[in-house]
């Protein structure tokens, strides 16, 4: 039982440039999420999927766009990287919105 | 936005000696939890608190809803090496899914 699955771990980015993370649980939940991790900061949430189907506006939405694929599979695109969006990426994913939240082991992104 | 404040930021202490870290904030919250983070993982859930005054325990680990529903804390007893980490408080509204995280405190543990 893998629980939360990220890709890539690591990534290098140019100004500009544009990718997408990937996130895969096998927990069967509902809902799943993306974070962003800065130093001395939380978790801040970006987007969030509380159902397969929907979407839904985090703290920090700007920049990004995501896709609920699936039940599964939960993915966060950046268009066009910033150095502000240098940091580390979490995926989560929970049943419902009032039950506990299993988190990746995280993408850590560095844009130049 | 809502925020947490926590506290202390960082914290040295020695082997089998007791730690205590709060977080407070300026909304009410329906529910407070506790995660640690370990170097290059994510963060694993450590306690789940649901009710004003809640006193739940988790092995050496103890957290504590306040009865404001305003603040929390965590208090780990007899710390060893393994305790070393980041611990993040986190808070929950009514509306569920925008879990407001702590900036955590890190903890380091002298054997």
């Known amino acids: 039982n893998a629980g939360v699955t990220q890709t890539p771990k690591f990534q290098v980015l140019k100004t500009g440039q544009s990718m997408t993370l990937q996130c895969a649980q096998d927990?069967?939940?509902?809902?799943m999420y993306w974070y962003r991790q800065d130093p001395g900061m939380g978790l801040r949430l970006i987007y969030y999927?509380?159902?397969?189907?929907?979407?839904d506006k985090g703290e920090v939405p700007n920049g990004y766009n995501v896709s609920r694929l699936n039940k599964r599979e939960f993915s966060l695109r950046l268009e066009s990287a910033a150095p502000s969006q240098t940091s580390v990426y979490f995926c989560?994913?929970?049943?419902?919105?009032?039950?506990?939240?299993?988190f990746g082991q995280g993408t850590r992104l560095t844009v130049v | 936005g809502q925020q947490l404040n926590q506290s202390p930021q960082s914290m040295f202490i020695q082997e089998g000696e007791d730690v205590s870290m709060n977080c407070t904030s300026s909304s009410i919250f329906n529910t407070w939890l506790w995660y640690k983070q370990d170097p290059g993982e994510g963060p694993v859930l450590l306690i789940a608190?649901?009710?004003?005054?809640e006193l739940t325990s988790n092995g050496r680990l103890t957290a504590q809803f306040g009865i404001t529903r305003k603040d929390s804390f965590l208090n780990i007893s007899a710390s060893i090496p393994s305790d070393v980490g980041i611990y993040f408080c986190a808070g929950r509204g009514t509306g569920g899914f925008k879990t407001i995280f702590g900036a955590g405190t890190r903890l380091f543990v002298k054997a």
């Open positions: 608190l649901y009710k004003a005054g």
């Open positions: 999927s509380a159902s397969e189907g929907t979407t």
């Open positions: 989560a994913s929970s049943e419902g919105s009032q039950t506990e939240a299993f």
């Open positions: 927990m069967n939940h509902n809902s």
